[in-house]
Structure formats: C-alpha cells, structure tokens
C-alpha cells in the first residue's frame, strides 16, 4: 500500500527546492557582476559612456598626461613622468594644490605643538615636495609589479592570436579587450593610436613611456626588429614570454633572500617611534621642560635625518637591478 505523502512535508520540500534556487540565482548574479568589474577595464569603461573611439583616446591621453593641455609651466619633466607611470589621473595642479593644503596643515600642527614658527615652515616647506612623490613613487612600484605579472599572459594571447592568423593590430587589440588594467588600457592605447596612423613601433614605444616597466623594451625591441628584417614574431614572443616568466620568478627569489634587511630597516625604524608613544603615553609630562627649547628641535632634526639615511642605505644593500 502506497503511503500517503503529507501536504506539509510537500511545502517543505517545495520551500527548500526555492530556497537552493533563489541562493543559486544570486550567486551567478553576483559572480557575473564581479567577474565584470574585476575584468573591464578604464578603456571599455569609456566606451560604454557613447564616446567615439577618437574621444576615448583623446580622454586617456589627457588622463596620462600625453596631452599638451596637461604640461603646465610649473610642472616638473621628472614628476609629471612620475605622475604618468603611476597611473594617477588627476591633473597636475589639483595635485600641488592638495600637497600645499598637506604641507599647511602640518606646518600648522607642528607649530601648535610648541615647534618654533621657523621649525613649523621649514617641516611644511620639506613636506610638501616630499609626499607626492613618496605616494606617486608608490602607486608607480604597484603598477609596474600588477604590469610585469600582466605582461606574460598579454604576450601569450597575442602569440594565440598570430597562431589563429590574426595580424598584429588585431591581436594588440585582442589584449585590450580581454585583460583589465593597467595592461588593458595601454595596450588600447596603442590599439586606437594604429588606428590613427601610427605605426606599431612608435605606439609601442609611446606605451613604455606612459608605463616605464623594466620587462616592457624588450617586447618593444621585439617587435621593433621584426618589423624592420622579419621572422617569426610568433616564435620570438614565445621565447620572450618565457624569459620574462623567469625574470619574475628571480625577481622574486631576490626579495624573499632580502627579506632579513627589509625587516631590520622597519624594526629599527619603528623602535624609537613605539619608544616615544610609551613615553608619551606613560609619563606626559616628560618632555615639557624641553619641548619648547630650539635646540630639542634641531637634534629631532637630526635625528631623523641620520633615521632616513640609514633606510636609505638598508633599503640600497637590499634592492638588486637586473
């Protein structure tokens, strides 16, 4: 005899099925939205906003710093190279502008807190040309580290593309297409400026200005060559591929052997900061029968001149260029 099935069981049953579903569909929709975000790049962006193919390149242009509208007088060759291997896209003069309010508010800080008013101009007027390009010196290192571990599977894909029989342009415009920045960008770049009339090699070699990563001239001096005498670029970006996989990985061995000199250099730089703040944090008072005397502020002067020296040297005996 068949048993009977409860009506409850059933809504059970029926509740845990749309359950699953439900949990199911928000997760592809939240995984196809990620995946978007995470693969598109500035470029594609721009395109989706209506703007021409023209007009892209004319905005990215601007952003980077190529454009003749972004070289102001006051600007430095040096920084605004800086500032366009960092990637950042805020102008030049909004820059300045945000380093004098910084250098201001410290000025103003130091000198609230008992710093004579010619110590407090002094640190404001050292800060102000020495913290962008501490930032932009930094966003330059990540970049060039997100391009060099990029740059493999960009020329694998172009190499996958010639194999299909597609011609270079095609296959540089493969690689905007499919990878996220910061490779995805310049490599449109470089597709749109073809576009227009370059050629390959000067659009390359326009690229490795805006980027200035050490693994990218030899990609240019590749294609460079080929175009001039011929061969098999195809064989020659398997190779170069496989080299600069390689370059990485030594790279890389390098950093973990100086792994011990790195530390050292934080430690003893943290050291006599931590021993302030327990000072400071135990005792407040500590300090206030000299705190206000010029010649406490001439020897923290000093004191951190000889501190960022020595990071300097720890930071030269464990950096190694190839």
């Known amino acids: 005899m068949i048993a009977e099935i409860s009506p409850v069981h059933v809504i059970y049953a029926a509740a845990a099925i749309s359950g699953i579903l439900i949990a199911e569909a928000a997760y592809l929709l939240f995984a196809g939205r990620h995946d978007r975000r995470s693969t598109i790049n500035r470029r594609l962006r721009l395109q989706e906003r209506k703007l021409s193919q023209k007009e892209v390149l004319i905005q990215l242009r601007k952003e980077r710093g190529s454009s003749s509208a972004n070289r102001l007088l006051v600007s430095l060759v040096a920084l605004r190279r800086l500032k366009t ?36 101009l002094f640190l404001g007027t050292a800060v102000a040309p ?52 910061p490779i995805g960008t310049e490599f449109g770049m470089v597709s749109d400026e073809v576009t227009y009339g370059s050629d390959l090699v000067t659009a390359l ?10 693994d990218l001239p030899l990609f240019v001096t590749a294609v460079s060559i080929q175009s001039s005498t011929g061969g098999n670029l195809r064989e020659i970006l398997d190779g170069l591929s ?50 206000d005397k010029t010649l406490t502020w001439y020897l923290l002067g000093f004191t951190l001149f000889w501190l960022v020296l020595g990071n300097l040297s720890m930071s030269k005996m464990s950096n190694f260029k190839f």
């Open 242 to 291: 496989t080299t600069i996989r390689e370059r990485g990985k030594l790279r890389r061995k390098i950093r973990a052997i100086s792994t011990e000199g790195r530390m050292s250099a934080y430690i003893l730089t943290a050291v006599p900061v931590l021993l302030l703040a327990a000072i400071l944090a135990t005792n407040r008072g500590y300090y206030e029968a000299v705190i």
């Open 85 to 120: 291997q960092s990637g950042l896209i805020m102008p030049l003069g909004r820059l300045y502008m945000i380093c004098a309010a910084i250098s201001a508010v410290v000025a103003g800080a130091a000198f609230k807190f008992a710093m004579p008013l010619a110590g407090a």
């Open 130 to 181: 020495v913290l962008p390009l501490l930032v932009l010196r930094t966003m330059r290192k990540r970049r060039h580290k997100l391009f060099g571990v990029q740059l493999p599977e960009a020329l694998e894909l172009i190499t996958r593309s010639l194999k299909a029989g597609h011609p270079v342009p095609v296959a540089v415009s493969l690689v905007a297409r499919e990878m996220p920045d």
């Open 205 to 214: 070699a326009s690229m490795y200005e805006r980027v200035g990563q050490d």
